[in-house]
């Protein structure tokens, strides 16, 4: 069976038509009704170079499969985000060994052992462990979700029922892919902090056998430090529209990096934007956790019992929301790349539903 990349035909509609009378806010949309006569397909691809549009589309396609999401976002992404945010796989031993190696580091290169700086390696430490210790976790439930998350939203455009027997067959044949795909993109961050850490030192030891004091060398690391944070948002970009690529096109590993990074190109200020709205959103239930649920609590600690789960809650909703839109950010980019295509490629998932079916009836 050859299965080629392509999208699936948009919906000028997510909600349905009686839902039009009863929601305003979905009265702008229409399903297009499916052309099977006619050798041509006609796609309404959803298009959009603003950030505020791709997170209006990501919330009309929450309302218009709001059970699906539901069921994701309960049964794959809370149990991850509860154990992310509780730190249970975080070993406090080896967090203050990498911590202490860290301070060690940052004083032999020429930086001041500023409260900066402590805290600085002690997050980043804290972020290390819990990769590493937590990477099975990562690999089966945030992948599955991720998955999840792309399926619903496919389905949702090539105006399907989703379906979790489906899902799972078609999981189980793409899940190779969406694993090698996981490894590169895990390769290239680490690759990026790596790439950090030797400017970082190297501009820091150059500062300082050059006579600098250790509170001047502190401004030319935060400038390596703010170029790093660009580089790595973009590389994160890249590698989140890699694993939706991996799910829905048949590709995987550097191919799906390589053909995202081209998808992208000339849309980084959106996928940017995208990317601080949703590090901003999971930082601050992160920061709430840590100082309510973990810090503060009501005499005996009864608030923990509600404002945990809460936030808890809050925290995968936020997650929820960045699996879809990068999903629909895929989607608006493949359609500008797709502008001057006339050729219409049949979807990857769908070709493998159409060959799950045949194999059923067989």
């Known amino acids: 069976m050859e299965t080629s990349s392509g999208l699936s035909p948009r ?189 970082l030192v190297a501009v820091s030891s150059t500062f300082s056998v050059m006579g600098f004091p250790p509170d001047l060398i502190l401004y030319p690391a935060m400038v390596v430090g703010l170029i790093f944070s660009i580089i790595l948002a973009n590389s994160i970009i890249v590698c989140n529209i890699a694993i939706v690529i991996s799910v829905l096109e048949d590709v995987s590993g550097p191919q799906a990096l390589l053909q995202s990074s081209s998808l992208v190109k000339g849309q980084t200020q959106v996928g940017l934007l995208i990317f601080l709205g949703s590090t901003i959103g999971m930082a601050m239930v992160e920061g709430l956790f840590e100082h309510r649920v973990k810090t503060l609590s009501y005499g005996d600690g009864s608030s923990r019992i509600w404002e945990g789960p809460l936030l808890i809650i809050m925290f995968s909703f936020v997650v929820l929301i960045d699996s879809m839109m990068s999903a629909v950010f895929y989607f608006s980019c493949k359609s500008y790349s797709l502008e001057a295509s006339t050729v219409a490629n049949e979807p990857v998932l769908e070709a493998l539903t159409i060959s799950s079916d045949s194999t059923d009836n067989l």
Not at 46 to 51: C, L, M, P, Q
Not at 64 to 73: D, E, H, K, R
Not at 180 to 187: Q, R
């Open 11 to 199: 919906l000028n509609s997510i909600a349905l038509n009686k839902e039009k009378d009863e929601d305003p806010d979905l009265q702008n949309f229409e399903l297009e009704p499916a052309d099977h006569g006619s050798g041509s397909n006609h796609h309404h691809h959803f298009r959009s170079s603003n950030a505020l549009e791709i997170l209006r589309e990501t919330v009309r396609i929450l309302r218009y499969n709001s059970t699906g999401f539901v069921a994701i976002l309960a049964f794959l992404i809370c149990p991850m985000s509860a154990i992310v945010l509780s730190n249970v796989l975080v070993d406090q031993s080896m967090v203050r060994m990498l911590t202490l190696r860290l301070l060690m580091a940052a004083k032999a290169s020429g930086l001041p052992v500023s409260p900066f700086i402590k805290q600085s390696c002690q997050k980043f430490s804290e972020m290390a462990v819990s990769a590493v210790l937590g990477f099975p976790l990562y690999i089966t439930l945030s992948l599955l979700s991720k998955a999840a998350v792309v399926y619903s939203v496919d389905c949702t455009y090539s105006r399907k029922i989703c379906d979790s027997s489906k899902f799972y067959v078609i999981v189980w044949k793409i899940w190779r892919r969406i694993v090698v795909t996981y490894l590169w993109v895990c390769v290239v961050i680490v690759g990026c902090i790596a790439l950090f850490f030797v400017l």
